[in-house]
């Protein structure tokens, strides 16, 4: 299903080392306790949303970065986040999603919540006919008290419904971005409020599983000079090889560590 260029995720078709395999790795033996060379398997991806085989990954990596937001805020601000949906009424369903998205936030300033972030769905899915359908709507992780329904209904004939707190914020995000709309140039979620970027601050972590486990430097891509059978096994995600150095070089020599 698509209108005016939205769609749903993963529906383009994947690029030629999509899901490859490939070896990240560290040569500095001479740091390493044991004296060999580290080497990781890891499966390529583009992690686009469009992308019929990665569209997972892009969906894993975005749900988990907002979770990690939208819970320092609540730590922060001692609010709970709450569930809330906003449809668009019939008379203003094909309106351009700026348009929509300026009224869906006056909206949610009138029912008073006042941060958090905003997931849009361009399409519905109707179980009897087994079928999508155009009906623009969105799903919003808020924080604030949600009143005034009734009045801003009255006002603006946007449907606001309060499903309150999730079990959990990970899960829920995770299944909004699912089926949200793509659309080339175009954010699918976004954050307004205290949780906007310019306002919550987020301290950059650093992923362990890219770093060599024995010196800490950062792993980078390897390929093999010779016929090294090494056959990574996609049951186990996490298996860890050693290897002789003289087998391995940088595929990329000059990027930067």
């Given at each position: 299903i698509e209108y005016d260029d939205w769609h749903l995720p993963g529906q383009k078709e994947k690029r030629d080392f999509c899901q490859t395999w490939s070896y990240m790795g560290c040569l500095n033996k001479e740091k390493h306790s044991n004296g060999c060379i580290f080497l990781k398997p890891f499966q390529k991806s583009c992690f686009r949303a469009d992308c019929e085989k990665c569209c997972f990954k892009w969906l894993?990596?975005?749900?988990?970065?907002?979770?990690?937001?939208?819970?320092?805020?609540?730590?922060?601000?001692?609010?709970?986040?709450?569930?809330?949906?906003?449809?668009?009424?019939?008379?203003?369903?094909?309106k351009t999603k700026k348009e929509l998205s300026k009224k869906v936030h006056k909206v949610l300033k009138e029912v008073k919540a006042d941060s958090g972030l905003i997931i849009f769905h361009p399409f519905r899915y109707h179980e009897d006919s087994d079928m999508w359908f155009y009906s623009p709507h969105y799903?919003?992780?808020?924080?604030?008290?949600?009143?005034?329904?009734?009045?801003?209904?009255?006002?603006y004939g946007y449907v606001i419904k309060n499903l309150g707190k999730r079990e959990t914020l990970f899960g829920t995000i995770y299944y909004q971005l699912s089926h949200c709309g793509i659309k080339k140039r175009n954010h699918s979620l976004t954050y307004?409020?205290?949780?906007?970027y310019s306002k919550l601050i987020m301290e950059e972590e650093e992923e362990e599983s890219k770093k060599c486990p024995f010196c800490k430097d950062n792993l980078q891509e390897l390929e093999c000079s010779g016929d090294y059978n090494l056959k990574p096994d996609p049951n186990i995600m996490e298996a860890w090889y050693m290897a002789k150095s003289y087998e391995w070089f940088l595929k990329y020599p000059?990027?930067?560590i």
């Open positions: 894993g990596r975005s749900a988990s970065k907002a979770t990690k937001r939208m819970k320092q805020y609540e730590k922060q601000s001692k609010k709970i986040a709450k569930h809330i949906i906003i449809s668009v009424p019939r008379w203003d369903q094909y799903h919003c992780i808020g924080f604030g008290w949600v009143e005034n329904v009734v009045e801003t209904y009255n006002k307004f409020g205290e949780c906007s000059y990027q930067k």
